[in-house]
């Protein structure tokens, strides 16, 4: 079942993607060589809580932080900790923010410093691949168009797509329904998107296997391979005549 937001419920997703969106906006200048990710994980949680929001991920199924912090070959849910970062890491911040009860989720991959040619592209093709999706989020249109502009980047670049690791509905929740593949699938072409679903795009590509394992911590998911990874994400509101991204300026 897809829940169609209200107005109201969708002036409050659009309130908590703008503190969700200043939190990743301003960790453009945060993130360097030296710091923590512990630190950073601070930094978003006194940008939330001094917004009047609450972070989402704290105590989500007991995830310990307010923000998933993975790099390099970290997929996702990384756990903050005293790990220093360094030039040349790619630092992929995931985060969401609660406000008055309504959810946003987003991320980004951050290039620390200096790093290969290869690499920089790679993240701009995951960046690209978002917006590709985005791009044709509209009312009446299958999901699955929104699936297959994801993976069609990942395909003609042969970058590894995580079957496991989906897009989603949120704002009631963090995650609701449908599941979102980053590639094109069957399931996507029955869901049909109406005006007032509120969509959780995230492209999740690494430079090599699309197989992941989980860490001792049971809750970092790396590559099998060790190849670098790189995640985007917005919150999407579906309009009648296209789209509005909640997560963004
Ligand atoms: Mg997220
Ligand atoms: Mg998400």
């Known amino acids: 079942m897809i829940s169609i937001k209200t107005e109201q419920e969708i002036e409050l997703i659009r309130e908590s993607g703008k503190i969700t969106y200043g939190v990743l906006s301003s960790l453009k200048d945060f993130i360097k060589p030296g710091v923590t990710s ?14 009047g929001a609450t972070p989402a991920f704290l105590d989500y199924e007991g995830f310990p932080a307010t923000a998933c912090i993975s790099i390099n070959d970290v997929v996702v ?40 040619k290869k690499v920089k592209k790679f993240v701009s093709d995951t960046q690209k691949a978002l917006y590709n999706g985005i791009s044709v989020i509209k009312e009446g249109v299958k999901l699955n168009q929104v699936c297959s502009q994801i993976g069609r980047v990942a395909r003609e670049n042969h970058y590894g797509v995580f079957t496991c690791l989906t897009g989603h509905g949120v ?57 670098i990874a790189a995640h985007f994400e917005h919150t999407v509101l579906v309009t009648k005549d296209g789209y509005e991204i909640l997560t963004g300026e």
């Open 171 to 227: 704002g009631r929740e963090l995650h609701e329904d449908p599941y979102i593949p980053n590639y094109s699938n069957h399931e996507s072409e029955g869901i049909i998107l109406k005006a007032g679903m509120v969509l959780a795009i995230e492209p999740m590509f690494s430079l090599g296997t699309k197989e992941v394992w989980l860490l001792p911590d049971e809750w970092g998911i790396v590559t099998q391979d060790g190849s």
């Open 38 to 51: 512990r630190e950073i994980d601070k930094f978003a949680y006194d940008y939330i809580t001094s917004h």
């Open 77 to 116: 849910h990384g756990i903050p900790d005293d790990t220093i970062i360094k030039e040349g890491d790619i630092v992929k911040v995931d985060m969401g923010s609660i406000y008055k009860g309504y959810y946003s989720d987003s991320a980004y991959t951050y290039i620390v410093g200096k790093t290969s």
